[in-house]
């Protein structure tokens, strides 16, 4: 099984069946629904069985894992991918962490190792991220990676009958 080594006992590793109870007992929070656009609230089962088949297809279809379950040693504690990969050229970014992993530069050491393994895997040249525009945090991690800012979206995402305010990222070769 491949797996990529961030540091520590922290590894990013393909998505697994098993994954399922602790991905609903992680992802569950309300506060990860407000800062992301296609996790659902509350996260079911049901949600997490659309998922893993959609991670399944996109395996199949490139051949390799695109997106990735973050692990600390064999604990779930979130997940990273990549979405409209277009290997040699781009792919966009997306990723969530567990609320007791927050604040210790998990996230920011796990965007490196993953956008590090996405140039070199798929010879990318530009990696994008979309974030609300409130979330600073995200921001942050993306601009500790080497991210530039390109751009405010006003009103580019609805979500909850709201328009959300979206900041562009974008990390090119």
Partial sequence: MMQVCVSGPISLTPWRSSDQAACI??????????????I??????EHFDQWFHIVAE???RHGMPVHFAIRDGESLIGGVGFDGLTQGHRAEIGYWLARPWRGRGIM???VGKACEHALAEWNLVRIIARV??????SARVLEKNGFESEGFLRKHELKDGRFINTRLFALVR
């Fill in 25 to 38: 007992e992680r992802i569950s929070d309300r506060e990860i629904y407000e800062q992301t656009l296609r």
């Fill in 58 to 60: 996109a395996t199949a």
């Fill in 40 to 45: 659902p609230y509350p996260y079911t089962a």
């Fill in 132 to 137: 609300f525009d409130t979330n600073l945090a």
């Fill in 108 to 110: 920011t050491a796990v």
